[in-house]
């Protein structure tokens, strides 16, 4: 059921990405002491990025994430999101058990036309990266065709000394959080270009305004769909998860960005892009919708009486940022 918030076959698969696209469950490789979102956790530490097999200096980056069966099934039945109003901004799931989700949301946006999608997602392997804000100038070659990246947008931001991006293909393409989202953006929205940006948990308000910044500036001058890419409560029982997804609604829909940033991954995996998701919503006087909540047992077969849950689950939210047509862009 979508919330609207005035403001001005797969049993395997699932298995395979509850390990593999959450940092720290069993069959990681080794985990490392680091901090996240605030407090001392688990950070997986990954084997060495794989980098693309095409030796070209600027050879398109892989979406090593794509299983066709889970897309295929979540295309097949998406969530059923309606507004008729043109989203500027929306946050959504990275982990793709969730491509219901994910479908319906970029089903929504594909009625209007975009010439560039950013992505802003978490550094879940942040050894891997040089620095706290990670992009690449490399295309995506995806299962539906080449997506060209926005080069001149990323020019941008690798050049200001202050956002500091490092421009790092191998760690783009090794990591979920956005890379997951490139096949969804190739599909639904076949003539936008992308851009795709790592953002640590340790990166500096400061550095996060700075990007913000261009980000909007960007927005204004052309037509552009800012995505945030985050997955909410992590590795809490189901009741126990319930009590940090209605803190974080709260939090959400009172634009309440202190208490945002001190959260942990208990409550949201990536402050930093929750909190750019909400200054966009408020940047361009759109209308915040909740267009769905959801958990990982709700996608699979067994739902929480299967194994695979006993260390917890993962919750996601769908909200997007509405603008009436009189607003557009």
């Known amino acids: 059921m979508m919330k609207r918030v005035k403001k001005g076959a797969l049993l395997a698969l699932a298995a395979l990405f509850l390990a593999a696209c959450a940092p720290g469950q069993a069959g990681d490789s080794r985990v490392l002491s680091g901090t996240v979102g605030g407090a001392s956790q688990p950070v997986l ?3 060495a990025p794989p980098l693309t097999e095409d030796t070209e200096e600027k050879a398109p980056l892989q979406c090593l994430y794509y299983e066709r069966d889970l897309f ?14 043109k989203p500027v901004a929306a946050i959504v799931p990275h982990h793709l058990l969730a491509a219901d989700m994910l479908s319906g949301f970029f089903a929504l946006a594909a009625q209007h036309q975009y010439d560039t999608v950013v992505v802003l997602a978490p550094s879940h392997y942040p050894q891997q990266c040089g620095s706290y804000i990670v992009t690449s100038d490399r295309d ?23 956002v500091a991006a490092e421009n790092n293909a191998a760690a ?14 190739a599909h639904y929205l076949p003539d936008a270009k992308v851009a795709v940006c790592l953002v640590s948990v340790q990166a500096a308000e400061k550095r996060m305004e700075a990007l913000r910044q ?5 927005a204004e001058s052309g037509n552009v769909l800012l995505v945030a890419s985050a997955d909410f409560s992590h590795y809490q029982q189901p009741e126990v998860a319930a009590v940090y997804d209605a803190a974080t609604q709260r939090s959400i829909e009172a634009f309440d960005y202190d208490t ?11 402050p930093q892009a929750l909190t750019a998701f909400l200054k966009a919503v ?5 209308d915040l919708v909740q267009l769905g909540h959801s958990s990982s047992p709700e996608k ?27 607003d557009g862009m």
């Open 140 to 162: 995506w070659r995806t299962p539906f065709g080449t997506v060209e990246t926005d080069t001149a947008l990323v020019d941008t931001l690798l050049k200001d000394g202050l």
């Open 260 to 270: 945002i940033s001190a959260y942990s991954s208990k409550n949201v995996d990536s």
């Open 172 to 185: 783009l393409e090794y990591d979920h959080g956005g890379a997951g989202l490139v096949p969804y953006i």
């Open 282 to 286: 408020a940047h361009f006087d759109a």
């Open 45 to 47: 530490s990954a084997p």
């Open 300 to 326: 699979i077969a067994a739902g929480i009486s299967n194994p695979i849950f006993e260390a917890g689950i993962t919750t996601y939210f769908v909200y997007a940022g509405f603008l009436d047509a009189a």
């Open 72 to 85: 295929m099934a979540g295309m097949a039945a998406p969530c059923d999101y309606q507004d008729d109003r």
């Open 214 to 218: 261009h980000l909007f500036e960007y």
